[in-house]
């Protein structure tokens, strides 16, 4: 057996500055209504579907990332 932790992410230090970086110009709390969905705060993400907890094959995101 291998005993390798999982690395830990949080939105706070790992995610936020990536979407600050590369989507929050369109994806912006005030630009929700645009675009569809607000990556401006872990609150406005973690309210979407876009996601799904523990599962990252699962959830629109990745479809949206992948095939854009």
């Given at each position: 057996?291998?005993d390798?932790?999982?690395?830990?992410y949080?939105?706070?230090s790992d995610i936020k500055?990536?979407?600050e970086?590369?989507?929050?110009t369109?994806?912006?709390?005030?630009?929700v209504?645009?675009?569809?969905l607000?990556?401006s705060?872990?609150?406005?993400?973690n309210?979407?579907?876009?996601i799904?907890?523990?599962?990252?094959t699962?959830?629109?995101?990745?479809s949206r990332?992948?095939?854009a």
């Amino acid at each position: 057996d291998c005993d390798i932790d999982e690395p830990q992410y949080t939105y706070q230090s790992d995610i936020k500055a990536i979407f600050e970086a590369y989507c929050v110009t369109c994806h912006d709390h005030d630009y929700v209504v645009n675009s569809g969905l607000s990556l401006s705060s872990f609150e406005d993400f973690n309210l979407t579907y876009y996601i799904v907890a523990g599962d990252t094959t699962q959830g629109e995101i990745l479809s949206r990332i992948t095939n854009a």
